[in-house]
């Protein structure tokens, strides 16, 4: 099984401000099986990147996603209020398993 | 626009079976191009693929789960079910279905979620 590590575990940061997530694998993994969520509490996750670097349909073009092999991140270039929720990496690799990463939270400072 | 809704019941005692279903609407669960997948997440904590189905009834798990864990569909009324049997009080958890992307395998539609509580 793939493990994903994401860190930090949380991030204090100001509105307008740039942030990049980290996503590393314990095993190589293909940039078209990794995906970036973001969760609000109580909501369900929502797709903002697949293919390491592709966004999905409406996400804003301030979120980029990057990387490849072991090391992925996902770029916030200019945090907006709402942009403040947990996102979590995703990968599908070894078959049959998908696995997540823990997960970063963003909180305002 | 596709919509999943997920039914069933919020409690199940330890030792019985979880089952739920969900429901699309907006698409065809028979479409080739996608798989349905469960996904849940206990309070506070990540989040655990379960499984998929694709159309045509074939399912895979995840082996953590799969000795307790069956996925089901039903296309005529564009549905598909999860059992987990034998559950403890660890499988308390808000549990989502979602569209996987057969191609790519990620998720571009999520449930509301269920809460299902695990208690006597």
């Known amino acids: 099984e793939i493990v994903l590590t994401q860190s930090p575990g949380t991030l204090s940061l100001s509105p307008g401000e740039r942030v990049t997530l980290s996503c590393r694998a314990s095993?190589?993994?293909?940039?078209?099986?990794l995906a970036w969520y973001q969760q609000k509490p109580g909501q369900a996750p929502r797709l903002l990147i697949y293919?390491?670097?592709s966004r999905a349909t409406g996400i804003p073009d301030r979120f980029s996603g990057s990387g490849s092999g072991t090391d992925f991140t996902l770029t916030i270039s200019r945090l907006e209020p709402e942009d403040f929720a947990v996102y979590y990496c995703?990968?599908?690799?070894?078959?049959?398993?998908?696995?997540f990463g823990q997960g970063t939270r963003l909180e305002t400072k | 626009q596709v919509q999943l809704q997920e039914s069933g019941p919020g409690l199940v005692k330890p030792s019985q079976t979880l089952s739920l279903t969900c429901t699309v609407s907006?698409?065809?669960?028979?479409?080739?191009?996608?798989?349905w997948s469960w996904i849940r997440q206990p309070a506070g904590k990540g989040l655990e693929w379960i499984g998929r189905?694709?159309?045509?009834?074939?399912?895979t798990y995840n082996p953590s789960l799969e000795s307790r864990v069956t996925i089901s569909v039903d296309t005529s009324k564009n549905q598909f079910s999860l059992n987990l049997g034998s559950v403890t009080a660890a499988d308390t958890a808000v549990y989502y279905c979602?569209?996987?992307?057969?191609?790519?395998?990620?998720?571009?539609?999520w449930g509301q979620g269920a809460l299902v509580t695990v208690s006597s």
């Open positions: 095993q190589s993994v293909s940039s078209t099986y």
């Open positions: 995703q990968q599908y690799g070894t078959s049959p398993s998908i696995t």
């Open positions: 189905i694709y159309s045509g009834g074939t399912t």
């Open positions: 293919g390491a670097s």
């Open positions: 979602a569209r996987e992307v057969a191609s790519r395998n990620y998720f571009d539609h």
């Open positions: 907006g698409g065809s669960i028979g479409s080739g191009s996608f798989y």
